[in-house]
T-cell receptor, first 114, second 110 residues
Framework: TQLLEQSPQFLSIQEGENLTVYCNSS?????LQWYRQEPGEGPVLLVT?????EVKKLKRLTFQFGDARKDSSLHITAAQPGDTGLYLC??????????????FGKGTHLIIQP | NAGVTQTPKFRVLKTGQSMTLLCAQD?????MYWYRQDPGMGLRLIHY???????AKGEVPDGYNVSRLKKQNFLLGLESAAPSQTSVYFC?????????FGQGTRLTVV
């Protein structure tokens, strides 16, 4: 059973378009993180959201944590080829870091075509 | 600042052979993890450790063993490799939620 469902699994769009990636669960998380992974590299943290309803912005990326802390979204405005990569969401069931590790979604493969 | 370092980066094993993957972190983190990443499966937790001398099973622990004799090192062992263990293995460490990952070890079992 996949605790975190990410959608879409694959997304290919043109440069300049907007997109949203979703991360959904039936579980409540103490925090939720978004990572970006490039080929041949390990995932790198983009943002952590902790409070229900929280919105964080990182340049053209907007992250939102659902009010019930069960879901999250990543919105990219005016996508650029440099945004291409695998985007992973990860939930921590315990506050303070993860007594049993982070639970990861399967990821969204994003391709931005010039 | 090296962060999390994994060795080796690539390895090819024959079925039945054994090997150990080494993970070292220089951030004094308490938590360390081993994940495997397979196409369409995302990152799955194999084993983790909440401190020196402690280990625990994750989601897919069968066929693997781990040890955390020193706080900075977390070793992943395969006693008798099987083709199903062909994967990319990532080590991570954390303190307070954010996980820092190594660059991965690509393992092929033939």
């Amino acid at each position: 059973t996949q605790l975190l469902e990410q959608s879409p699994q694959f997304l290919s769009i043109q440069e300049g378009e907007n997109l949203t990636v979703y991360c959904n669960s039936s579980s409540v998380f103490s925090s939720l993180q978004w990572y970006r992974q490039e080929p041949g590299e390990g995932p790198v943290l983009l943002v952590t959201v902790v409070t229900g309803g929280e919105v964080k912005k990182l340049k053209r990326l907007t992250f939102q944590f659902g009010d019930a802390r069960k879901d999250s979204s990543l919105h990219i405005t005016a996508a650029q080829p440099g945004d291409t990569g695998l985007y992973l969401c990860a939930g921590a069931l315990y506050s303070g870091g993860g007594a049993d590790g982070l639970t990861f979604g399967k990821g969204t493969h994003l391709i931005i075509q010039p | 600042n090296a962060g999390v370092t994994q060795t080796p980066k690539f390895r090819v094993l024959k079925t039945g052979q054994s090997m150990t993957l080494l993970c070292a972190q220089d951030m004094n983190h308490e938590y360390m993890y081993w994940y495997r990443q397979d196409p369409g499966m995302g990152l799955r937790l194999i084993h983790y450790s909440v401190g020196e001398g402690t280990t625990a099973k994750g989601e897919v622990p069968d066929g693997y063993n781990v040890s955390r004799l020193k706080k900075q090192n977390f070793l992943l062992g395969l006693e008798s490799a099987a083709p199903s263990q062909t994967s990319v293995y990532f080590c991570a460490s954390s303190q307070g939620g954010e996980a820092f990952f190594g660059q991965g070890t690509r393992l092929t079992v033939v």
